[in-house]
């Protein structure tokens, strides 16, 4: 089935330790979004792209990045995890002109330590 | 500064029974919504969505209903299943269509339907 598909489900790392989320489709969208949910929060926009271009909320950290490297396939990087950065983070996709239904991953649970 | 709120952090409905869900918006410039539905450790799934257009669309046992007025949106389970719970997020957009149209989340509302 088409899908989004995001690894890890869960993921540890150390305070400062720099981590790599990554994110798959199946769905040949031209958008993909990262979210950041923290507990009890609204999922917070962190940045998307719109087919190869990358749009970052004004409100997002330095500390976070994301990388494209085709279609498929979109990572965030955290640089400095710091103990704040324990949330939720989701991949959605969309597929722009036929509706703005985002669709989901189950997101990675990040904890820091 | 919370453009989409969701007021409510639970609510208990028992089965069978309506269940009604409100959001409220303060950006006029939203011209389209959105619910979605989460279960634990799942990412949220798009359930019912409506255009500033409209002031009612129904799907099945859902139904949203929208004031522009009163910038308030409520959905609307009818009748409630054990299954239906979950937390749901009201979101928002604006710029339908465009590049730029990113969806705007409430904090969402737990709904727990008792057997």
């Known amino acids: 089935d088409a899908m989004v598909i995001q690894n890890p489900r869960y993921q540890v790392t150390q305070f400062g330790k720099p981590v790599t989320l990554s994110c798959s489709q199946t769905?040949?969208?031209?958008?993909m979004y990262w979210y950041q949910q923290k507990s009890s929060q609204a999922p917070k926009l962190l940045f998307h792209?719109?087919?190869?271009?990358?749009?970052n909320e004004a409100d997002t950290p330095d500390n976070f990045q994301s990388r494209r490297p085709n279609t498929s396939f979109c990572f965030l990087d955290i640089r400095s995890p710091g103990l704040g950065d324990a949330a939720m983070y989701l991949c959605?996709?969309?597929?722009?002109?036929?509706?703005?239904?985002?669709?989901f991953g189950s997101g990675t649970q990040l904890s820091v330590l | 500064d919370q453009q989409v709120k969701q007021n409510s952090p639970s609510l208990s409905v028992q089965e069978g029974r309506i269940s009604i869900l409100n959001c409220d918006y303060t950006?006029?410039?939203?011209?389209?919504f959105l619910w979605y539905k989460k279960y634990p450790a799942e990412g949220p799934t798009f359930l019912i969505s409506?255009?500033?257009?409209?002031d009612k669309n129904e799907d099945g046992r859902f139904t949203v209903f929208l004031n522009k007025s009163a910038k308030h949106l409520s959905l609307h389970i009818v009748p409630s299943q054990p299954g239906d719970s979950a937390v749901y997020f009201c979101?928002?957009?604006?710029?339908?269509?465009?590049?730029?149209?990113?969806?705007?989340f409430g904090k969402g509302t737990k709904l727990s339907v008792k057997p």
């Open positions: 959605a996709t969309r597929l722009t002109g036929v509706g703005e239904k985002l669709f």
């Open positions: 769905l040949n969208h031209n958008v």
């Open positions: 792209y719109y087919d190869k271009d990358f749009n």
């Open positions: 950006n006029s410039m939203f011209d389209y």
């Open positions: 409506i255009s500033s257009i409209k």
């Open positions: 979101a928002a957009i604006k710029n339908y269509g465009g590049s730029q149209g990113n969806l705007i």
